[in-house]
């Protein structure tokens, strides 16, 4: 049985890839290196001791430990690649308490025509001890590890030109997200749909982007651990059981671009990309598949991630970050990039 399900989970990606011969291979992202995508992950405080999380007492909390150094080390990463980029604070209510002082690093790169829109999301705040399991969570996984592909695709494609609008978005506080019935999700997400989104034309600025001119959005969420055991799968998770445009153009770009295989699913309703999904925006969620049996499917193909949520996601536990993994699926991020938002091909000589 496990090896006809495994022989499944390659056939339906390439017969996708049939589907479409009209996409061109760019070379683009062979230039992600898992090295510098692990100097960015190494930079986000995620070894042990460290934490991204809030305080965990009184009527009003706030950013605690390495929460904010590591929000200006991704902001000054942004602004070193040329990026427009700001921070976008916030504040909201939860748990009877008020959450202050949060803030997404937004990052955008204009396109050639700045009418079609693509948003790349990665949440870089971790669990606190509001988790039972947890004192000081580094979060090298979750999500570190989205973050340092964030990263690592901005500075891939810096110097590349697009005919559509790319935001790369950090979101703050996804770990404080309400998604019982469908709730309205990651507060950081939430904040920029309704803050920075638009239905109107006339309301349209620098800062805010009409909602129907946004293609799709990608939340980049644990991607760093992969049991060497287990096939080397991907997930692409979205909310909806009807299919997504958006989860089948990723899924042609890991077909492309890499060795690895990419599994749709559906009732994945848990990271940034729900608010985009209840505002009728294409979103999907990019994680690894090595993560946790969360619908009891009994699945003899994956390995639960052992330090999900708890103090022990740190690049000081053994065999767990794999580098290698992280940046193949980071490659694919690019190649949808350069697939969907246009890439435009360099013309004249290399300097």
């Known amino acids: 049985m496990r090896n006809l399900a495994y022989i499944f989970l390659i056939i339906i990606p390439l017969l996708a890839s049939c589907r479409n011969p009209q996409l061109i ?12 995508y692990e100097q960015f992950h190494q930079s986000l405080f995620v070894s042990d ?35 427009i980029t700001w ?13 202050t002082n949060c803030a997404n690093v937004v990052a955008v790169k204009r396109g050639t025509t700045g009418k079609r829109i693509h948003i790349i999301g990665a949440h870089y705040d971790t669990v606190d001890s509001a988790h039972a399991q947890v004192t ?5 996984d979750d999500n570190g590890s989205g973050v340092a592909g964030l990263l690592e695709t901005a500075r891939i494609i810096q110097n590349e030109q697009f005919r559509d609008t790319i935001i790369f978005i950090a979101f703050d506080a996804e ?19 309704n803050t920075h989104t638009t239905t109107e034309p006339s309301k349209v600025s620098t800062n805010t982007f009409l909602r129907s001119g946004i293609i799709g959005m990608v939340s980049i969420d644990m991607i760093g651990y992969d049991d060497a055991a287990s096939p080397p799968f991907v997930v692409i998770g979205r909310k909806s059981f009807r299919g997504s445009s958006v989860g089948n153009d990723l899924e042609r770009s890991i077909e492309m671009y890499s060795d690895l295989i990419p599994f749709q699913a559906y009732a994945y309703n848990q990271s940034d990309h729900m608010p985009f999904h209840h505002a009728g925006i294409d979103a999907v969620q990019l994680m690894e598949y090595d993560f946790k049996d969360y619908w009891n499917r009994n699945n003899s193909l994956m390995t639960e ?28 991020v690019v190649g949808y990039l350069c697939n969907q938002a246009g890439l435009i091909p360099f013309q004249g000589q290399e300097p």
């Open 25 to 36: 291979r760019s070379e683009v992202p062979s230039k992600v290196s898992s090295r510098s």
């Open 49 to 83: 001791g460290n934490s991204r999380g809030f305080t965990h007492s009184g009527e009003l909390r706030r950013p605690a430990y390495q929460h904010d150094p590591a929000r200006e080390i991704i902001a000054a990463n942004f602004r070193d690649m040329g990026y």
């Open 87 to 99: 921070l976008d604070a916030f504040s909201f209510e939860k748990f009877g308490a008020v959450y």
């Open 136 to 140: 000081r969570c580094p979060g090298a």
């Open 175 to 193: 770990e404080k997200g309400s998604y019982a019935n469908d709730g309205p999700g990651s507060p950081g997400a939430l904040h920029f749909i």
């Open 305 to 332: 991630n052992p330090h999900y949520h708890t103090d022990a996601d740190s690049i000081d536990s053994p065999d767990y970050i794999s580098y290698d993994y992280a940046a193949e699926i980071t490659k694919c």
